[in-house]
């Protein structure tokens, strides 16, 4: 079994920053990508950002230049710095991981999300 856990969500202003994180733990032999999605009451999930285990990164449009992704392999964990943060970022935030076990097999994983509110 592989469990992700969130943290780091809450209320905060417009322009104000966050720093979600996230943790695997469970059977893993190692951890090819991590990303980051969120979901908005009414809207389909949608990608954030991701992180190679090697750190390439991608983001969505929407965030790059205020969202940075970054990985602390030995940890099995996955940050999201969210810097000036804007009224439409509100949603909940899932972490993902892709997990291959000591067995060889390779599955997705997901968190059960933090929820993110920044007030208009």
């Known amino acids: 079994q592989v469990q992700l856990v969130e943290s780091g969500g809450g209320l905060v202003q417009p322009g104000g920053s966050l720093r979600l994180s996230c943790a695997a733990s469970?059977?893993?032999?190692?951890?090819?990508?991590m990303g980051w999605n969120r979901e908005a009451p009414g809207k389909q999930r949608e990608l954030v950002a991701d992180?190679?285990?090697?750190?390439?990164?991608n983001y969505a449009e929407s965030v790059k230049g205020r969202f940075t992704i970054s990985r602390d392999n030995a940890k099995n964990t996955v940050y999201l710095q969210m810097n000036n943060l804007k009224p439409e970022d509100t949603a909940v935030y899932y972490c993902s991981a892709e997990v291959l076990s000591e067995s060889g097999w390779g599955s997705e994983y997901w968190g059960q999300g933090t929820q993110v509110t920044v007030p208009s």
């Open positions: 469970g059977s893993i032999f190692s951890i090819n990508n």
């Open positions: 992180i190679t285990s090697f750190g390439n990164t």
